[in-house]
Structures are given as structure tokens and as C-alpha cells.
């Protein structure tokens, strides 16, 4: 759940996200959040790699948004 979830960032981050969800009104402390947690799932390594089928599989737990991840990923790389 959502809960779960913030109780297991907070604990990994440091911010009592679980309490006081507000925190993740503050750019810096989201961004902290959104790292540890695309750390946490294993998906640095991947990313790397540039293979955004397993990087979107880690995170959502399926393929919805694939495609447009890949249209931004290879529009990043051109350099656009």
C-alpha cells in the first residue's frame, strides 16, 4: 500500500514520508525520495544501459509508459 510504501522510503531516506506525506511537497526532498528509491529497486545499473524495458518494469511493475520512455530516452540522447 501506500503507507507501506512510505514507511519503507522513510526508513531508507531518513524522512517520516509515512506521517507527514507533505514532505514530498519540497522539490529536494522528493527528488531525495524518487533516488533512493530508483537506487533501492536495482535500477542504476540498467539505466546505464539504457534499457528502459527493465528500469519501467522495476518501478511500475510493468510496461505502462514504455514506449514514451523510450521516444524521451532516445530524444535525450540526440541531444534534443
Known amino acids: 500500500t501506500g503507507k507501506n510504501n512510505y514507511r519503507r522510503?522513510?526508513?531508507?531516506?531518513?524522512?517520516?514520508?509515512e506521517n507527514h506525506?507533505?514532505?514530498l511537497d519540497d522539490y529536494e526532498t522528493s527528488f531525495r525520495v524518487a533516488v533512493a528509491e530508483f537506487v533501492k529497486?536495482?535500477?542504476v545499473k540498467p539505466a546505464l544501459a539504457d534499457n528502459a524495458d527493465l528500469v519501467?518494469?522495476?518501478?511500475?511493475?510493468?510496461y505502462n509508459g514504455l514506449a514514451e520512455r523510450k521516444v524521451w530516452l532516445r530524444q535525450?540522447?540526440?541531444g534534443r
Open 41 to 43: 529497486l536495482g535500477c
Open 21 to 23: 506525506p507533505e514532505l
Open 9 to 17: 522510503i522513510g526508513e531508507i531516506t531518513g524522512f517520516d514520508i
Open 56 to 62: 519501467t518494469l522495476r518501478v511500475n511493475g510493468g
Open 76 to 78: 535525450w540522447k540526440a
